[in-house]
């Protein structure tokens, strides 16, 4: 059986294409530029170790949120058997899910206001990431990562909803990495300057198909969640 929740946080990282690229994309660029110049071995395979480093850190620091997130809300419902909570939780999901489709296919870009909430935490970790640079070894491409992974997203954010729904931290974290893995096609391509996937994705059709694809899991969540209410 297909795991809707998964399959989902994975299409929202693929398809968010554009707005991966305007948030991180840059800082790839940046590392692929900065990092010290290559005089032996190859130079393409050089750039990729800092960008897969960078990118690893990115995707663990998603991972440990979902396990926090999903963890956290499984243990408030053991100690306070909080059913209608979780319930409340799946059906935000599956209406955050809906509104993020709708962004995807550009019919409503609501979703992003949530960006608001992290920035308070980003004026902290923003001066602390910005010292990292320029990147000049594998562990500072990771750690910049693992930094960076917490920029405010209003696509992050909605698929941590998910992780609250899950009710688990195993379930929470593998929502959360299915997410990272999703991205990991844009930012590769904006990190080697390779935007044939990138300009795919942004196609109108490919957005609203996906968007709708999307709209389809939230509906889907929200039709188990108001069930299980009843």
Request: one cysteine or more; hydrophobic letters at 55%.
């Amino acid at each position: 059986m297909i795991d809707f929740t998964v399959t989902g946080a994975f299409l929202v990282g693929l398809m968010g294409a554009g707005h991966c690229i305007g948030m991180c994309g840059g800082l790839v660029g940046a590392i692929s530029q900065q990092m010290p110049t290559q005089t032996k071995g190859n130079v393409l395979v050089g750039k990729l170790q800092f960008i897969v480093s960078y990118n690893a850190g990115r995707i663990l620091s998603y991972t440990l949120a979902g396990a926090l997130i999903g963890g956290s809300a499984s243990l408030l419902s053991t100690l306070f058997s909080l059913d209608i909570y979780l319930l409340s939780m799946r059906i935000l999901a599956g209406v955050m899910m809906i509104a993020t489709g709708l962004y995807i296919a550009k019919i409503w870009s609501g979703v992003v206001q949530v960006e608001r909430l992290g920035k308070r935490v980003w004026q902290v970790l923003g001066p602390i990431a910005n010292r990292l640079l320029p990147i000049k070894s594998l562990k500072q491409a990771f750690v910049a990562g693992l930094i960076w992974g917490w920029l405010p997203c209003g696509l992050v954010y909605s698929t941590l909803t998910w992780a609250v729904a899950a009710n688990s931290a195993q379930q929470g974290a593998l929502i959360m990495a299915a997410f990272g893995l999703g991205t990991l096609p844009a930012l590769f391509s904006a990190g080697v300057a390779a935007q044939v996937f990138a300009q795919f994705v942004l196609r109108n059709s490919v957005r609203m198909i996906s968007g709708l694809l999307l709209v389809g899991f939230g509906i889907h969540t929200l039709y188990i969640a108001i069930a299980q209410l009843n």
